[in-house]
């Protein structure tokens, strides 16, 4: 009941505030019933005192924990920088020892958690059904499994160089195991929680866990970086660039091991499962950086639809994908053979190189650009909700995106500056064009899709489900609507005062009505917002479906050659020349990471497309 037809708690109070009702005495049941916009309502845009003093805590909690997380960040990449370059007084043991250390409270932490969360099991909790999707969860537990493997095979390594490792190196990759096995557990069944208590607690233990594994991440990928490039100074000579110094920089222990065919072995199957264990750290930071992001967070209780993965109707973009993947192996393959092995050889593996990624990538950028058209035919509103899980993939597509361009530009800037060009060299100039491009085209169409709403059903069912609800049953009224072809969506101007239909609540226009026509019959439209007729309905859906795949497969493809050794930045030889060495090694070693997380993670954004599609 509204304030104006309330009856005023006493005739004093009514001759006291005439055109307002007083408060309800205290005896009285009824609430008092603020109007929206009035101060302390919901709809009043002036927050209460108590909200505020109740916020302020969180943010500092916040900015606090954001700060520590930085601090230890830092203190870790100085550690690993020092060791790099062999300064006096830090050794590997020293920052494996630091690695240990944070694991080991990161590990005492998520005990706490997972403990004091059994112990309120029966509590019924906020959950973001939009974080922690079930193939996420399933490529991490997948990549946590090479990981452990890993682990395994250093522990091998370990064994076998005893005599001259210090035990902080057999220490490490158990505990690394055990962090593996517990976080993987954690972020499976707590994934989605949103935290709502001991919040300034929980700030710190998931900032710290998120921190340490980027450090574990950044020591995979120095570690891994550096047998990259040992082998890169061993074939630059074989192209002709025997000015360059060759000093390998790898920490082999100074002792035998036993036996040594095993130990070569292990060694060298170390630095192939590198990948992975790079991929499981960074994925297994964005998961934990979205549930800090998620503690002391609102939701809103509308029920998501579930996100189903579907194979029907894509055999055209698996086709193509599969195709490509093949390609790429097969690329590959020949590339590492070749590489290395003469100067005439080395010179047509970059050349097959560079004529197969540039026709990939022209592909990528055409799919791309059609799926993007389609959209922009298709006028369907956007998800404007929060989602902090969205709004992280969007900008880590953007971030690591950079590392490519970085190199993109360095070798179009070394093509051009150049004194001398070989006629190799002349292939890379389209392809680094084409990886701005088509990565720009990728995020638009990524992004896009991410943002529109789930289109599970059909136009014709769409409609007739909102005549039903504002029908109210009334079948002769629901067929006339039907007949008319009345635009649910379309949105219409109310005219001398009167308030539309949807405002009321009646979707249908009503039927006698000259106001009630709005928009024209959809018999004899071409489809919403001008859409050709090929394009409506399941066609438009299956295409974009199709070009997901497509684009899926082809981001795999793309990943594998850099993250098992295909670096043409490093093969090449010319940017060495124009920039220098040092400077162009530094440069990569920065920018490849960053580039070969790119495409796992727009890989990964893809198949979340595929199944919202």
């Not at 006629?423 to 392809?431: R, S």
Request: hydrophobic letters at 45%; one cysteine or more.
């Amino acid at each position: 009941m509204s304030e104006d037809q309330r009856a005023p708690a006493s005739p004093r109070a009514a001759r006291r505030s005439p055109d307002r009702s007083s408060p309800a005495p205290a005896a009285s049941p009824q609430p008092q019933i603020l109007a929206p916009g009035s101060p302390g309502s919901p709809g009043s845009p002036v927050p209460r005192r108590g909200a505020v003093r109740a916020s302020v805590p969180q943010k500092l909690a916040e900015a606090l924990s954001s700060q520590y997380g930085l601090n230890v960040f830092v203190v870790g990449l100085l550690l690993l920088l020092a060791w790099a370059v062999h300064a006096s007084g830090v050794g590997k043991s020293d920052l494996l020892c630091v690695l240990t250390a944070l694991m080991l409270l990161q590990l005492l932490w998520m005990l706490w958690y997972v403990g004091r969360s059994a112990a309120h099991r029966r509590l019924i909790r906020p959950k973001d059904t939009h974080a922690g999707a079930r193939w996420l969860r399933g490529s991490i537990a997948l990549f946590a499994f090479i990981t452990v493997i890993l682990g395994g095979l250093k522990v091998g390594y370990f064994v076998g160089f005893s005599a001259c490792l210090s035990a902080t190196e057999g220490v490490f990759p158990v505990t690394h195991t055990v962090h593996t096995l517990l976080q993987v557990y954690f972020l499976w069944v707590h994934a989605k929680d949103i935290i709502q208590s001991f919040k300034t607690l929980e700030r710190f233990g998931v900032i710290h866990s998120v921190f340490t594994n980027l450090l574990l991440w950044a020591n995979s990928v120095l570690n891994e970086s550096k047998h990259q490039l040992n082998e890169h100074k061993e074939r630059l000579i074989t192209l002709g660039f025997g000015n360059i110094t060759i000093v390998l920089d790898d920490h082999t222990p100074p002792c035998n091991c036993s036996p040594p065919a095993l130990c070569s072995a292990v060694s060298h199957g170390v630095y192939y499962l590198y990948p992975f264990n790079i991929e499981y750290q960074i994925l297994a930071s964005t998961m934990l950086y979205v549930l800090w992001k998620n503690i002391g967070r609102k939701v809103d209780s509308r029920q998501h639809p579930k996100i189903q993965f579907k194979f029907h109707g894509v055999a055209v973009g698996s086709a193509l994908g599969l195709a490509a993947l093949a390609a790429t192996i097969g690329v590959v393959v020949v590339y590492l053979i070749q590489i290395g092995r003469s100067k005439t050889k080395s010179e047509s593996a970059l050349t097959m190189f560079y004529l197969y990624a540039t026709t990939l990538l022209v592909l990528m950028g055409a799919a791309g650009l059609v799926g993007i058209w389609i959209y922009r035919l298709n006028e369907q509103s956007l998800d404007e909700s929060k989602n902090p899980a969205r709004r992280l993939d969007a900008d880590l597509l953007v971030a690591t995106a950079s590392g490519s361009w970085l190199l993109s530009w360095g070798s179009i800037l070394a093509i051009l500056c150049a004194e001398a060009r070989p006629a190799y060299t002349w292939y890379n100039l389209p392809y680094s064009v084409l990886v701005i491009v088509e990565k720009y085209i990728q995020n638009l169409f990524i992004i896009e899709s991410t943002h529109r709403e789930p289109g599970k059903l059909s136009d014709d069912i769409r409609t007739l489900r909102v005549v039903t609800v504002c029908n109210g049953g009334d079948a002769p009224l629901a067929s006339s609507c039907l007949k008319r072809g009345a635009a649910v969506g379309d949105d219409v101007a109310p005219q001398d005062g009167q308030v539309s239909p949807a405002v009321n609540g009646n979707m249908c226009p009503r039927e006698g009505s000259g106001k009630g026509d709005v928009g024209p019959s959809r018999e004899g439209a071409g489809g919403p917002a001008g859409c050709p007729r090929f394009l409506q309905g399941n066609v438009k859906r299956s295409i974009l479906r199709n070009i997901a795949a497509f684009l899926f497969l082809c981001n795999i493809s793309l990943w594998v050659p850099p993250a098992f050794g295909c670096r043409p930045e490093y093969d090449n030889g010319l940017e060495e020349i124009v920039f220098g060495f040092e400077p162009w090694i530094i440069v990569v070693n920065l920018a490849m990471p960053f580039s070969i997380f790119y495409r796992m993670h727009a890989a990964a954004s893809l198949f979340e497309v595929y199944c919202k599609i």
